[in-house]
């Protein structure tokens, strides 16, 4: 028999700013969570930017932001996202934070709090992209955002449809492309949208092992995996994302055996592109989360410490790369394979 | 877990003495039984700050604590009942406008209500003024939310009057306490959770031989805070210190002998 949680479910508080009370996802919010107590406040910053919380802890028991968000509504990729070999590559953030709880998640380390911001004001951050389209740098490509980076958008659209919301902009926009990083299940909830070439749905997959010890809350690999399925047969552009790929007493095997589940249930010649990255952190974010003594083992390994980033030695990513190459060099174009150095 | 109380006056604090037993430290004036504390802060901000100012010198055990401020409230009575007691979830200080957000992160029985903090008691029952009002909360958030996280931050008040300070004498807020006592108890219990204290990787007793190797072997900062963080990695991946043992009992003479004996210390301990 399983106990009941002392902890309060998620969403058991929104706190709304008051400029965001009037948008459509403010009130599809407070529609969806009718139980949930409303606590009106002046700058979303005065409750997500507390000094000494906990996130982990958070964790537990997440609270719904909803505020509005102000410049800049768009900001240039960083050398630690793969960009998946697009120039004019872009990420945004719709919102902070993840019903996820991933050890490895340099959200722990970018926040202090592990409660989820929703920001109401979509229209501002799509206004911003349609100007950034205007001056993007290489004209001969689209401009590719990425739409999850700071959260996982899709996981989320059974409670506000926001990744939907971001497709159908984008077909009213030919030169932008979107990257939807995920690990959810929750396809189903976007599966009536026609799909589009323009967008592409980056699922993350690891070997059940890793599911279960390091990506807490997530959908088990199976699931995944059919999602997978049914987007590629509905005809979208689906990138595979083995990242991170952790090296751990036989890693080998637990990849092994993904590689082949991958290979057995999904056709290769479908599937658009694979990325591979092993854990890397920036120093910062790795450093803060190691002071909250995390459970997680992953912040305790010994890393290399090179450009301002924490990462596994050199020979150990030699040797997952050589790993992928081999299984995947004879299933799929290797020109199609980006791996993050 | 340590209970913390901070009440702003005595008769407050007389239910919850009588409950714990708890003993006054003339010194420290502490009151403490086992892991239960209670700390008279007074009323209004600046005497709060001085109160709370005097306690942390004589406190140490954050890690571990739980703060409960509990005392009378006036309410509007559009949204609470007299001599109901309420959770408070978020705090705005009237005098500069700012907000506070405890983390209510644990169910419980009692109700919840917004709270502002005044200046000077309010006596009009003015209609505007909403949920409840007191006048200490916001300045014990914002001092004690340095020792502790939002999360053991607590605030439980009890409606003493629909802003009307002249029905409030000390025998009604005592007797006010004491009929919401069995409410205060439970909702000890329910905040009683291991999961919301600091986490830590290391014992007591692993610090304690971390600091007598720091102290032999006179390591500088930058060697203690490596050492530190090496027996986390070991405790974490290797689930004990033992390899540390070696070098309980030895001690350095100058900068030559302190430097080899850590990177020996720092070779055995990352193997």
């Known amino acids: ?341 | 877990m340590n209970i913390l109380f901070l009440t702003a006056l005595k008769a407050e604090a007389q239910s919850i003495i009588s409950h714990y037993n708890l003993v006054k430290n003339n010194t420290s004036h502490i009151y403490s039984n086992g892991n239960v504390f209670l700390f008279i802060i007074g009323v209004g901000n600046k005497k709060v700050l001085k109160r709370l100012k005097s306690f942390v010198l004589n406190y140490n055990q954050w890690e571990s604590t739980t703060i409960i401020n509990i005392g009378i409230a006036g309410g509007n009575q559009l949204d609470v009942k007299l001599g109901e007691i309420y959770r408070v979830s978020s705090i705005v200080d009237q005098h500069s406008g700012r907000m506070y957000f405890p983390d209510i992160l644990l169910k419980s029985i009692i109700d919840e209500s917004d709270l502002t903090t005044v200046l000077k008691p309010i006596n009009n029952k003015p209609v505007t003024q909403r949920g409840l009002v007191d006048m200490e909360a916001s300045t014990i958030f914002q001092f004690m939310s340095k020792y502790v996280p939002p999360h053991r931050l607590n605030f439980l008040k009890i409606v003493s009057d629909y802003m009307d300070t002249s029905v409030i004498n000390n025998l009604k807020i005592n007797r006010l306490i004491k009929i919401q006592m069995n409410k205060v108890l439970l909702f000890i219990d329910e905040i009683n959770n291991l999961e919301l204290l600091d986490r830590n990787v290391l014992d007591q007793e692993e610090k304690q031989i971390i600091q007598k190797i720091i102290r032999n072997l006179k390591l500088t900062e930058t060697q203690q805070y490596q050492l530190l963080e090496l027996s986390e990695n070991r405790k974490k991946l290797k689930n004990n210190l033992d390899v540390l043992e070696v070098f309980f009992s030895q001690k350095t003479n100058n900068k030559k002998e302190r430097n080899e004996l850590f990177n020996a210390i720092r070779e055995q301990i990352s193997s």
């Not at chain 1, 900001?75 to 719709?94: E, H, R, S, V």
């Not at chain 1, 077909?171 to 990083?181: G, S, T, V, W, Y």
């Not at chain 1, 290769?268 to 591979?276: A, G, K």
Request: some cysteine.
């Open chain 1, 1 to 341: 028999m399983q106990l009941e949680s002392k902890f309060l479910p998620d969403f058991s508080h929104i706190y709304i700013e008051s400029k965001a009370q009037d948008f459509d996802l403010t009130q599809k919010c407070i529609k969806n969570f009718p139980k949930a107590k409303i606590i009106e406040i002046s700058d979303y910053k005065s409750f997500f930017n507390r000094s000494r919380q906990d996130f982990q802890t958070q964790k537990q028991s997440m609270k719904l932001i909803l505020a509005t968000k102000k410049p800049p509504y768009i900001y240039k990729g960083t050398d630690i996202l793969q960009d998946g070999g697009f120039k004019n590559f872009y990420y945004n953030t719709p919102m902070l934070n993840c019903l996820y709880n991933c050890s490895y998640c340099f959200l722990q380390g970018m926040y202090s709090s592990a409660n989820i911001v929703v920001f109401v004001n979509q229209i501002d951050m799509q206004d911003a992209v349609k100007s950034e389209i205007v001056k993007r740098e290489y004209k001969d490509q689209p401009l590719m955002l990425s739409i999850s980076y700071n959260t996982d958008l899709l996981a989320f659209e059974n409670i506000l449809p926001i990744t939907n919301d971001w497709i159908q902009f984008a077909k009213q926009n030919l030169d932008l492309n979107l990257e939807i990083r995920t690990k959810s299940a929750l396809y189903h909830s976007i599966k009536d949208t026609k799909p589009s070439d323009q967008v592409l749905l980056a699922w993350t997959l690891s070997p059940d092992r890793v599911v279960k010890k390091y990506e807490l809350n997530t959908p088990p690999l199976s699931k995944r995996i059919s999602a997978i399925k049914s987007a590629l047969h509905d005809g979208w552009k689906v990138r595979l994302c083995f990242d991170p790929i952790l090296h751990y007493d036989g890693w080998e095997n637990d990849y092994l055996e993904l590689f082949n589940k991958v290979k057995s249930n999904l056709n290769l010649n479908q599937v658009f592109d694979i990325t591979v990255g092993v854990f890397r952190m920036g120093n910062d974010y790795f450093n803060r989360i190691r002071k909250s003594k995390p459970s997680s083992d992953l912040f305790y390994e010994n890393y290399n410490n090179c450009d301002g980033k924490k990462a596994i030695d050199s020979e150990k990513q030699r040797e997952i790369n050589q790993f992928v190459s081999k299984f995947f060099f004879d299933h799929f174009d290797k020109n199609k394979i980006y791996f993050c150095d």
